[in-house]
């Protein structure tokens, strides 16, 4: 079937054109004729932008609060591990060894950004006996099997964060005498039945006592420390010699934050300048990689459920312009009779559709902000807020309503006026 060919315009008839003050009265007056309808088809847009900005805000606040948390922990230790093989004056297939010299906690701290660090390593291979009582009864005790014996520098406990639950930490005075005395865990404490350090009790390992000096509640590092018993470092080698190589000493430096990569690249050479190649240092991870690995599926997935909530609102808003260009076709006729181009009509609606998604898109982006703050508040974290993740927020709406609004305006566009009219 051919197309009827265009009626050419009257020579005397004036060119019709709709200035943008009349298009924008138009439209809105077509948005309020029917103001539930219209609060509904927002509702879409809305929830659709909002769901999008708010899951960009929560994430990036969670990733600020875990990148808190990891650099007050994490971030601020440095591990250096005794790796080195015997030094040529030992004899050859030695069964100990320790890299370690015996000032390490003053090398290690006087290095820049340092705090604390101390050496630690296990005493025994098999867990010893340890008791409040000597000899074999006291051996053979309820609850005194199991535990763990760790040789520790005073830098050490100071390293770990340590929180007393009675007495005091013993010191390089203690240390530098080889003088038998223990911290312990406060579960520790609790097995061996010490409540009070008034009588200053004894622990017993192997049978050879050592006074309790303090008892430990928590710790911000070295958990494990919490269930065993901690003998000064020299003592422990005066009565056991240098840890094997398969429970090598191991030290912790606790830094200020920014400073680990640094002291992990300086600390072999300041600790043994001699063969820094026998001491390996561990800086701590990049807070991103535990970011990116905690909310990377988390964004994806909240990212398309966002995404499936604004393809709904915009199959509403597309829904909604249809429905109402085929409500009036009478005044789409009127007004193409009247003169009113084509263009002119599709103007129209595309400015309702797109004025529809702009308004759910500047209010999906204020209920997002809100719902972020609240988020926020009620945990007591920082909240982040990207401003170009926030700021063009509303154009999302706009391009919505505008791609909702394509086909039911060219639809209007193409009504003729005779047959609307006869409708």
């Given at each position: 079937m051919r197309r009827p060919a265009r009626r050419p315009r009257h020579p005397g008839s004036p060119r019709t054109r709709m200035v943008f003050r009349d298009l924008a009265a138009e439209s809105v007056a077509g948005i309020l004729q029917r103001p539930a309808r219209t609060a509904l088809t927002v509702l879409g847009t809305l929830l659709g932008v909002g769901a999008f900005v708010?899951?960009?805000?929560?994430?990036?606040?969670?990733?600020?609060?875990?990148?808190?948390?990891?650099?007050?922990?994490?971030?601020t230790q440095v591990t250096v591990k005794d790796v080195g093989a015997p030094d040529p004056g030992q004899q050859t297939g030695a069964a100990t060894r320790y890299?370690?010299?015996?000032?390490?906690?003053?090398?290690?701290?006087?290095?820049?950004?340092?705090?604390h660090a101390g050496t630690y390593w296990q005493v025994f291979k098999t867990p010893p006996a340890v008791s409040t009582r000597s000899g074999p009864a006291g051996a053979a005790a309820a609850g005194a099997e199991g535990l763990t014996v760790y040789a520790a520098s005073p830098g050490l406990l100071q390293a770990v964060g340590p929180t007393l639950a009675g007495g005091t930490l013993y010191n390089t005075f203690h240390d530098s005498r080889r003088m038998h005395v223990a911290v312990i865990g406060s579960a520790v404490a609790r097995r061996?039945?010490?409540?009070?350090?008034?009588?200053?009790?004894?622990?017993?390992?192997?049978?050879?006592?050592?006074?309790?000096?303090?008892?430990?509640?928590?710790?911000e590092r070295l958990p494990n420390l919490l269930l065993s018993v901690m003998i000064p470092d020299r003592t422990a080698r005066a009565d056991y010699g240098?840890?094997?190589?398969?429970?090598?000493?191991?030290?912790?430096?606790?830094?200020?934050?920014?400073?680990?990569?640094?002291i992990a690249k300086q600390a072999p050479l300041a600790l043994r300048p001699d063969r820094p190649d026998h001491l390996q240092a561990v800086p701590p991870p990049a807070p991103h990689t535990l970011q990116d690995s905690v909310t990377g599926s988390l964004d994806s997935l909240f990212l398309l459920l966002a995404g499936i909530t604004l393809v709904i609102g915009t199959v509403g808003i597309a829904n909604t312009t249809l429905v109402s260009v085929l409500e009036r076709t009478g005044e789409i006729g009127l007004r193409r009779s009247l003169g009113a181009r084509p263009r002119h009509i599709a103007a129209q609606f595309l400015t309702e559709s797109a004025a529809l998604g702009t308004l759910g898109g500047l209010l999906g982006t204020a209920v997002s902000i809100v719902v972020t703050l609240s988020v926020a508040l009620a945990h007591h974290w920082t909240a982040i807020l990207d401003p170009w993740t926030t700021l063009p927020a509303p154009l999302i709406g706009t391009l919505t309503g505008l791609l909702a609004g394509a086909y039911p305006a060219l639809r209007a566009a193409r009504i003729e006026p005779a047959e609307a009219l006869r409708r």
């Open positions: 708010a899951i960009l805000g929560l994430t990036a606040t969670a990733r600020g609060q875990i990148s808190s948390d990891f650099t007050v922990l994490a971030a890299d370690f010299p015996d000032d390490a906690d003053q090398r290690a701290g006087r290095l820049n950004g340092a705090v061996l039945g010490i409540s009070s350090l008034a009588a200053q009790p004894a622990v017993f390992v192997n049978g050879t006592p050592y006074t309790v000096v303090g008892i430990l509640r928590n710790v240098d840890p094997a190589p398969d429970y090598a000493a191991t030290m912790l430096i606790q830094t200020r934050v920014g400073a680990a990569r640094l």
